[in-house]
């Protein structure tokens, strides 16, 4: 059977790691026999792809945290960011009190040629209603989502139209971009955030890099905050625009797999002028070969907080079924030899780490980090300590600011308010803010949050969420960074991710420290090539 096929390619490659070879047919025959007795004889009919889909997750979640079992039907889903494109209808989309509203369509994408707009209500898909039915985001995604040049009928509803509209979109490629933002931020310092490492950032970044050189940038910001990681290749190219030729990126080696080495290969965009990584806790896995490399290469500084700490290597194994399998085949070290991977012989400690690092004031103080000597390295050129066994330590640390969040901000943003309320609004004004502020740059300089939007949005909250009457102290409290927080929703909605960095960078702290850095003295005092 096809089930029992994917157990016993599961099981033999379990067991060329666990087991003796004259072993490996017993274990698989015995997992077999397990199943094959519960369908025969369990006193209640089971479902058996869903059996051996939870025997397959705990299986793996012994090995390690991040040998995973992905099923079928999220396969797709789960590998957009890393491919860097995905096949669908091209639109960005919140559900708005139970209504699907187009935020904005994909430049060049199906949609947008088509003539949707942002503000549309789509109400029905098909033949189906959507709206007023308690829609899921994961069940737009299952009706817009499907084959490259298949089509798909939609009825929206258009602020001002008389009547419903129909529209048939023809399927096709969407691009995903890994580059949230690229910009001028200071007349010489360029600014750059990377949200994953797919097949598509090494061009991204590279086009990126061009434009911000003709723009004038003699440094550079590269933003890894919250860039869980991606593609190990990806972090090898990227990295290779930084560091001159032939110098070791980063190296992988596991039981089965020998030494690998991965090195800088060609000339790269930026491998002169001041450079600076910016990392926090979430910075993971490809984020750290790339701070790791530029790091002891002694080639930028690293500004910020200790990074996740994942330092093991995943390969994709298809199964059968269309479902797939990423196993943990290798351990990476950077340049110098460190081993970042935090441990994981307690999964319980592992999973509340970051918990337990903010409990422990590791957010708030460099000083209750402490490692072992025994975990102590040195860089490659300017012989800096630097150390591994749990992520990258940045040279730089910028504690966490909680300043100015109060419980009513975060209830704002918890409950989904503060977005939907400024969505709304813009749909309400498009054409009056589009008249008022034709370019963004208008826009950032002059657009200010007044009094009277903030009634507004207290109100609709209260309206939504009747326990969240308006809080005048929580308020005052949070009162620059909430107006911060609600002009670059503006301007995302109105524009795009770009303009909504560009605009709520301003409440970056770690951005903040690292210009301080770049043009004082401390970036050439700290001695880098």
């Known amino acids: 059977m ?6 016993a390619f599961l099981f033999i490659v379990i067991s060329n790691i666990s087991c003796a070879q004259n072993e490996k047919l017993g274990t698989t025959q015995k997992f077999d026999e397990v199943i094959t007795s519960i369908n025969l004889m369990y006193v209640d009919e089971v479902d058996a ?11 793996l979640e012994k090995l390690d945290p991040h040998s995973t079992f992905i099923s079928k039907d999220e396969v797709s889903g789960a590998n957009e960011r890393i491919n860097g494109n995905f096949v669908g209808v091209g639109i960005r989309f919140q559900i708005l009190k139970d209504t699907l509203m187009v935020v904005a369509t994909i430049a060049g994408g199906p949609s947008e040629k088509i003539g949707l707009l942002a503000g549309d209500k789509i109400v029905t898909i098909g033949e189906n209603n959507v709206a007023g039915i308690g829609l899921k985001n994961s069940d737009v995604r299952k009706k817009l989502l499907g084959d490259k040049g ?8 258009r602020k001002n139209a008389k009547k419903k509209i129909n529209f048939t979109i023809t399927r096709d490629i969407i691009p995903v971009h890994s580059l949230d933002a690229a910009y001028m931020i200071t007349p010489e310092t360029g600014y750059i955030k990377l949200n994953t490492f797919s097949r598509t950032s090494q061009n991204e970044v590279h086009t990126a890099i061009g434009k911000l050189k003709k723009e004038g940038m003699n440094n550079l910001i590269f933003d890894l905050q919250g860039n869980g990681g991606g593609l190990l290749y990806a972090a090898k190219y990227l990295s290779d625009e930084f560091l ?5 990126i980063v190296y992988s080696k596991g039981r089965i797999q020998p030494r690998i080495d991965l090195n800088s290969e060609k000339k790269g965009l930026w491998e002169k002028g001041k450079l600076i990584l910016l990392t926090d806790e979430s910075s993971a896995s490809a984020s750290e070969i790339m701070s790791g490399a530029i790091q002891d290469w002694d080639r930028g500084l690293i500004v910020g907080r200790r990074t996740f700490g994942k330092g093991l290597v995943q390969r994709p194994i298809d199964l059968s079924d269309g479902s797939q399998m990423r196993l943990t085949i290798a351990r990476y070290y950077t340049p110098s030899g460190r081993f970042i991977q935090k441990p994981y012989d307690d999964v319980e400690v592992y999973r509340n780490d970051l918990n337990n690092r903010y409990e422990n004031g590791e957010f708030m103080s460099q000083d209750s980090i402490s490692f072992p000597d025994s975990l102590k390295y040195t860089t490659l050129i300017k012989k800096r300590t630097v150390y591994g066994g749990g992520g990258i330590m940045p040279d730089y640390f910028v504690p966490l600011d909680t300043n100015g969040i109060s419980e009513y901000f975060t209830s704002l943003i918890r409950g989904g308010h503060l977005n939907a309320f400024t969505l709304s609004y813009v749909n309400d004004n498009r054409k009056k803010m589009a008249k008022a502020y034709p370019e963004f740059s208008s826009f950032k300089k002059d657009f200010v949050v007044d009094e009277k939007f903030i009634e507004k949005l207290a109100k609709y909250a209260e309206k939504e969420d009747s326990t969240l009457s308006f809080d005048e102290e929580g308020y005052k409290e949070s009162e620059k960074i909430l107006k911060l927080r609600i002009k670059a929703i503006l301007a995302q909605n109105l524009w795009g991710y770009p303009e909504f960095y560009e605009i709520y960078n301003d409440s970056n702290e770690i951005l903040q420290r690292a210009l301080e850095i770049i043009e004082s003295e401390e970036y050439d005092k700290s001695g880098l090539e």
């Open 150 to 157: 298949t089509k798909v009928d939609v009825e929206i509803i």
């Open 49 to 59: 792809e869903d059996l051996t889909n939870t025997a397959i997750i705990a299986l």
């Open 2 to 7: 096809k089930k029992h096929s994917i157990i």
């Open 244 to 248: 001159s030729k032939d110098k070791l």
